[in-house]
């Protein structure tokens, strides 16, 4: 027991759970320990390192809509088990355990508000709920968003976050990649701005569809962006990668992407492209 478990279990106002899951954050990337409310108020940004830490769907609409402006949209309903896979675990018990820990019922969460005035949709892919994977859920609120951004001649701004396909429903979930595909045709006819975030991580199936398809492509600073594994791609190619392949920086550097943006200039980002690329549609 080190001298901080023993100092807090003399302390009986300060629970364990407090002590050691709250109040302080660790950095992913250098190590350091933040104090959480210095974290939180700094956006889930590393004030040492400049480390952009995963957040869920109702941290980032808290951070861009403005407040008060904005509401979740309906969640679409699916088969949810369509093949009743198990594993190691029943795929039910798996979502199951999924909701409980995220308070979210599937990977993508939409939301209707406004950015500095401006109205939009966003659409946010949650890491922390099954790896961000697609399945028949994340395929038909993509299409809602989509649908419902043609419906208020509003941009749709999505965050992607994916370790790819899910596997628990087979080809049921590669079948998503084009119905999402043709979901952003739709917005493109439709003469509506599709703007992609890639946030850290994004790989798979995800980057080989809609995270590639906008019309503007964002990414935030260090992001890990792949279609497949650097080792898996080293032994294809019989080559050494450079360090800072699959990073965010590297496909700027290459054309892939238009812009890196930090998370505090992410909203001033959002407002002022959709100024550019749609008309003002005043609130009611």
Known sequence: MNWFNKVRNRIPFISKRTSEDTLWHKCRDCGEMIYTKEYEGNLSV?????????????ERFRQLFDEGSWSLLPVPAVHEDPLKFRDQKRYVDRLK?????????????????RIDGREAIIGVQNFAFMGGSMGLAVGEAFVLGARAAIANRTPYIVFTASGGARMQEGTLSLMQLPKM???????????????V?????TSGGAMASYAMLG??????????????GRRVIEDTIREKLPDDFQTAEYLLDHGALDMIVERSALKATLARLIGYLAPRKEAA
């Open 46 to 58: 590393c004030p040492e390192c400049g480390h952009h830490g995963r957040i869920g769907p109702k």
């Open 97 to 113: 355990q999924a909701r409980s820990a995220t308070g979210e019922s599937d990977a993508l969460v939409n939301a209707r508000g």
């Open 181 to 195: 595909t043709v979901a952003v045709q739709e917005l493109k006819e439709a003469g509506l701005p599709y703007i």
């Open 197 to 201: 975030v890639l946030t850290d991580p």
């Open 215 to 228: 019309d503007i492509q964002i990414a935030e600073p260090k992001a890990l962006l792949a279609f497949t």
